[in-house]
């Protein structure tokens, strides 16, 4: 069983920055950082496996930077010159093994109960 807890959500002004955290325990291979907008699909943003190899959604290509530090088990998002339509819930999900899809919801175990990120204009 793998718990994880997300913080760091809140309001910036578009153009602002967020970082994200996510604490886990337990084993985790991948991680990855999802979002959802009301009355909207649920959209991987952001992967990263236990080698530290990345994939980003085109949406938040060179804004976004995911990072695992593999010995406190967190993941973090940073968000850069954050945009109004990336405001929605930010949620956290692990997998224990590999994964060729690792912006696919369904291939996610574990998920973190969410975190709100509001960018006003």
């Known amino acids: 069983q793998v718990q994880l807890v997300e913080s760091g959500g809140g309001s910036v002004p578009a153009g602002g920055s967020l970082t994200l955290s996510c604490a886990a325990s337990?084993?985790?291979?991948?991680m990855a950082w999802f979002r959802q907008a009301p009355g909207k699909e649920r959209e991987g943003v952001a992967a990263?496996?236990?080698?530290?190899?990345?994939t980003y959604s085109d949406s938040v290509k060179g804004r976004f930077t995911i990072s695992k530090d593999n010995a406190k088990n967190t993941l973090y998002l940073q968000m850069d010159s954050l945009k109004r339509e990336d405001t929605a819930m930010y949620y956290c999900?692990?997998?224990?093994?590999?994964?060729?899809?690792?912006?696919?919801?369904?291939?996610?175990?574990?998920w973190g109960q969410g975190t709100q990120v509001t960018v006003s204009s």
């Open positions: 999900a692990s997998r224990r093994i590999p994964t060729p899809y690792p912006l696919r919801s369904s291939e996610y175990t574990y």
């Open positions: 990263v496996d236990f080698n530290k190899r990345t």
């Open positions: 337990g084993v985790t291979y991948t």
